[in-house]
């Protein structure tokens, strides 16, 4: 089944590996985490070619998805203009995503880890744990509600782990001592390779751990699949994607979401 010709999406659905169920809908495709129903970007309708109006396409989320407290829907068109279907939805109370899909053409520029910091594979059960807890601080410093959230982020966790124990990624962290400082995650089918998760603890920011993490994650990614596409994904005109250009990627595509959380978030 053909899916997305986006490669974020592309590379979305890469990163949920098998945890993931795409299937073809008439505006499209529907995405789903089963077993992750409260995973927003995990659950979502996916629109292909002429985008319908915006009513249509909430109420065949909805369709998909007759339970959710959420609705996500992304577009497969980067090129297409979406400003007034976004306005529209902007203004029933969605949150706008828009994200820079970045890919790596040639080698990257070198960078070397900040004096006294260890990088190396995540790998057991003591570095998990330590990953879910930085994500959970992130994630509470970026507004999301404590109740429930640790739970969803081990679950994400326990996803990455299961991908990663199946040959699909491996995750690496910057230490400090006993302290992961920074983290990500990186997954590849051989052919394109994505990024995932990239982030610092407070304490440690604006020390160069992401730089020297994601060129570490693409010396792995040479070893292991040379000719995949890296990819990474950030923030539209953010501080992290000034980051990776600086590292050598480059824009690809702009990827366009619309989200509405659950009552309460």
Request: hydrophobic fraction near 45%; charge should be negative.
């Amino acid at each position: 089944m053909m899916g997305p010709s986006s490669l974020g999406l592309a590379t979305d659905i890469l990163v949920l590996s098998k945890r993931a169920e795409i299937e073809t809908h008439p505006l499209g495709w529907v995405l789903r985490t089963p077993n992750e129903p409260d995973f927003w970007f995990g659950n979502q309708l996916i629109l292909r070619g002429d985008p319908p109006p915006p009513e249509v396409a909430v109420a065949a989320f909805h369709e998909a998805f007759p339970q959710a407290e959420h609705v996500t829907i992304s577009w497969d068109a980067p090129e297409r203009s979406l400003a007034e279907d976004l306005d529209t939805l902007a203004e029933r109370g969605f949150v706008i995503e828009q994200d820079d899909v970045l890919a790596l053409e040639g080698a990257p520029l070198p960078v070397a880890p900040p004096q006294g910091f260890v990088l190396r594979d995540v790998v057991d059960e003591g570095d998990w744990s330590k990953v879910a807890d930085l994500k959970v601080a992130i994630g509470l410093e970026e507004g999301y509600q404590t109740q429930g959230y640790a739970a969803f982020i081990r679950g994400r966790c326990d996803g990455w782990r299961k991908a990663i124990a199946a040959g699909e990624g491996a995750w690496f962290g910057a230490f400090d001592g006993e302290t992961l400082a920074a983290d990500l995650g990186i997954f590849t089918d051989g052919r394109i390779a994505r990024f995932q998760s990239v982030e610092t603890a407070a304490a440690y920011r604006r020390r160069g751990l992401c730089s020297a993490l994601v060129v570490h994650a693409l010396d792995w990614l040479q070893q292991r699949a040379p000719h995949a596409r890296p990819v990474i994904v950030a923030e539209a005109e953010g501080d992290a994607g000034r980051l990776y250009r600086r590292i050598g990627f480059a824009l690809v595509e702009r990827q366009v979401s619309a989200l509405l959380r659950p009552e309460g978030y």
